[in-house]
């Protein structure tokens, strides 16, 4: 089944179907809490990275943003004059809608691995002070009370007793004297003030002791000495281990000195404490996750061992092309006239070329062969020199391998002499490379040319249409499908897709009547194309998105039954199994089966692994990221997968440091 199709493959970073899990990547997510949530990209796409990441921040509740005054006592970046909070949050807005307005997930890949969505009932039915059923404010609480009690209050009475509360007093008086100076700017002073609150205060007092560490660090943050900053909060998590200031100030003074490591720990542990109710603690936690996953992704990816994906997949993606020479049955294109009424005929290869040799191995699916038979016919100059150039940068291009897969898409496009559908197809898969390196403009270029020397090229139109979803451009898209289907009136997944750009269309704009002349589209296009599964498949998720799931897991019954083989179907399979019934035994069981149809199905393990965090099961967890990131297709997949796993393995030691969970299922 095409879905991963070649669509918009290799974009790894922003396609619309997706070759990578072989599904619709408009759909490809874990299930979201609540059905006003965009639908998704695809694993690597800005699109599917914001909803993928905040699927569990999307109840229509008014995010909790801290909004913290530099050098405010109390604040986040201030001094605690005894249990300081932050300033007020921007109440109103969905959380969902803050994402995207934000421009940015409020939590990393582990949107769902940091919290489920049990939490948020929980939390909507135990306070319901407003009608979100959050508070207003967005307070950093200080877990264990106070941080700087009253004074007196629990102290025993008689002469020991009265001496220690002087030496508090005392010490209270050089902190209050403290933040009289940090709120003047003045911080040498304050840090002299703590220093002395420090050396006066009884050992036992903890909290106390806690809070005038946590003091001095704020007047070392406004120095920039990030250095001591991250000493003093670490006396003062010592004393205090769940101080979440001062947890929070360390994760920022890490974030400085460039201990990614370490940065993480503490800013996931502030997250935990808080409830994932603070913004920018959460955009914290986003941004270290994803400059770890970069570093990590662009060190691995330069040293992988390239690895063939799957028959299934490069089936799925070869038929996605009505108009690929290379992808035709063999000589196809090549043959004389008199020759090609005898296409059905078994073709036996006499000529000793390469090319016709890797075509041969093509259609005996001995995929491992073909790189190698082309460079024969390369390096001999032979007859079909641009063909192999094509074929083998396709094949680089599906190992993973974009640098070497542009010289050879370079020459083809750049061979004035070549069949212009070669060009053409070039064209595609270099706008496609582009669009994954993250270069819209070069991408619409090459498109665009494709449009330009071969006007009656349908997959330029199909694919072409896909980049404008993704650049939110859905009326151009709507277009360039249509003449997709003038040009093939039997291209299923171009009208599929025509209805999926509509709905998404009329699903962002709330119209529900357009919504409902999307999905009456659908239920046409798999009447009239009952044989493609692509049909069914971006219907079912369609369907889900309006939690239609009896149906909608009818129609992935008949995506299985049409190609028991593709993996991903089980996969989405399983997710709905979670969203409609909660039956966690036979969502797992039909991702098990996925793994077991596709042991190099990376989406599978991907979920898998989130699953597993959500169950607490974070040594399989880490297990399942870690084997997806070996058969990561690109760089930016890469860098979303060990987000992921580093995301996971960072609750892993916040759980040993601090015996802190978040809830599982």
């Given at each position: 089944?095409p879905?991963?199709s ?14 990578t899990c072989?599904?619709?990547a408009?759909?490809?997510f ?10 998704a ?7 599917y990275?914001?909803w993928?990441?905040?699927?569990v921040?999307?109840?229509s509740k008014?995010?909790?943003?801290a909004?913290?005054?530099a050098?405010?006592p109390?604040s986040?970046s201030?001094v605690s004059?005894?249990?300081g ?7 109103g ?5 803050l994402?995207l ?8 890949g582990?949107?769902a ?7 948020r009932?929980?939390r ?9 059923g959050?508070k207003?404010?967005?307070e950093?609480k ?6 700087s ?7 025993p ?8 509360m002087?030496s508090?007093?005392?010490?209270q008086?050089?902190?209050n ?15 002299q003030c703590?220093?002395e ?18 003091n001095?660090?704020a007047?070392f943050?406004?120095?920039?000495k990030?250095?001591e900053?991250a000493?003093?909060c ?9 101080y979440v200031?001062?947890l929070?100030?360390?994760a920022?003074?890490h974030e ?8 993480l720990?503490d ?6 404490l ?5 913004q920018?603690s959460m ?11 970069k570093?990590k ?8 061992e390239?690895l063939?994906?799957s028959?299934q997949f490069?089936?799925s ?6 108009d ?16 090609k009424?005898?296409e059905?005929?078994a073709l ?22 073909i790189?190698?038979e082309?460079?024969?016919?390369v390096?001999?100059q ?5 063909e ?7 094949f680089?291009l599906?190992?993973g ?6 010289p050879?898409?370079d020459?083809?496009?750049n061979l004035k ?12 898969k270099?706008?496609s490379m ?10 619409t270029?090459d498109f665009n ?5 071969d006007?009656?090229n ?6 072409r249409?896909q980049?404008?979803?993704l650049?939110?451009q ?5 277009t360039?499908f249509?003449e ?7 291209s299923?997944?171009?009208q599929?897709?025509?209805c ?9 704009g ?5 919504i409902q002349?999307a999905?009456k ?15 069914y498949?971006l ?12 149906k909608?897991?009818?129609m ?9 083989d593709?993996?991903?179907t ?7 199994q ?5 039956d ?13 149809i596709d ?13 597993e965090v959500?169950?607490g ?11 997806a ?6 760089e ?5 997968l060990y987000?992921?796993?580093d995301?996971?393995?960072a609750?892993?030691?916040v ?7 978040p809830p599982?299922l």
């Open positions: 089944m879905w991963a070649g669509d918009l493959w290799p974009f790894s970073a922003v396609r619309s179907l997706c070759l072989s599904l619709p408009s759909f490809r874990l299930p979201p809490v609540c059905p006003r949530t965009l639908p990209d695809c694993g690597a796409c800005d699109w990275r914001r993928h990441r905040t699927l921040m999307a109840a008014p995010v909790e943003a909004v913290v005054a050098a405010a109390g986040g201030g004059g005894g249990g909070t932050s300033g007020p949050g921007t109440g807005l969905p959380r969902w809608q994402a307005a934000v421009g940015a997930p409020l939590l990393l582990a949107g691995v940091y919290l489920w969505s049990r939490q009932r929980r909507e039915a135990g306070g319901r002070g407003d009608a979100s959050l207003r404010n967005s950093r200080t877990p264990e009370g106070r941080a009690p009253a004074l007196g209050s629990g102290h009475e008689g002469s020991g007793a009265h001496l220690e002087n508090l007093d005392r010490a008086a050089a902190k004297k403290g933040n009289k100076y940090f709120k003047a700017g003045k911080y040498e002073q304050a840090i703590y220093t609150a420090i050396s006066l205060c009884p050992t036992e007092k903890n909290v106390d002791l806690s809070t005038f560490y946590q001095r660090a007047a943050e406004q120095l920039q990030w250095k900053v000493q003093d670490t006396k003062a998590v010592e004393l205090n281990p769940k200031k001062a929070f100030r360390r920022k003074a400085k000195l460039d201990n990614k490591k370490e940065c720990e800013v996931t542990a502030v997250c935990i808080e409830g994932f109710q603070n920018q955009l914290l936690a986003d941004k270290v996750l994803k400059l770890l996953g570093e992704a662009k060190e691995k990816y330069k040293n992988r390239p063939m994906p028959p490069i089936k993606y070869f038929s996605s092309f009505t690929d020479i290379i992808s035709q049955p063999m000589l196809k294109g090549e043959k004389s006239d008199e020759d009424d005898k059905g005929e036996e290869v006499k000529e000793n070329s390469g090319y016709l040799k890797a075509k041969q191995y093509m259609e005996e699916e001995n995929y491992d062969k790189i190698s082309c460079s024969k016919e390096d001999a032979g007859k079909y020199m641009a192999a150039l094509l074929l083998r940068a396709t680089y599906l190992i391998n974009a640098n070497a897969a542009k050879d898409l020459k083809v496009i002499e070549a069949n212009v559908k070669l060009r053409a197809n070039a064209l595609i270099r706008g582009y669009m994954q390196q993250q270069q819209p403009l070069l991408s270029q040319m494709a449009a330009d020397i006007p009656q349908a997959d330029v139109y199909h694919h249409g980049l404008k979803i650049l939110d859905v009326e151009e898209a709507v360039d249509d997709c289907i003038r040009l093939r009136p039997e299923a997944l171009a599929a897709q025509k999926f750009a509509l709905y998404r269309q009329a699903y962002t709330n119209n529900s009547s357009q002349a999905m589209g659908f239920e046409e296009v798999i009447k009239k194309f009952p044989r493609c599964a692509e049909g498949a219907y079912a998720q369609a369907l889900t998105d309006q939690q239609q799931f009896g909608a897991d009818e992935y019954d008949k995506c299985i039954d049409l190609e028991p593709n993996a991903t089980y996969v989405h399979k399983g997710l709905l979670l969203q409609w019934k909660q966690l035994d036979r969502g797992l069981e039909l991702i098990s089966k996925a793994i077991e042991n190099k199905c990376d989406f599978a393990y991907e979920t898998m692994g989130t699953i959500q169950r099961n974070m040594e399989r967890a880490i297990d399942m990221f870690n084997k990131i070996n058969l990561a297709k690109s930016m997949e890469m860098a979303h987000s992921l796993c995301a996971a393995h609750q892993t030691e759980a040993k440091k601090y015996g802190l969970k599982t």
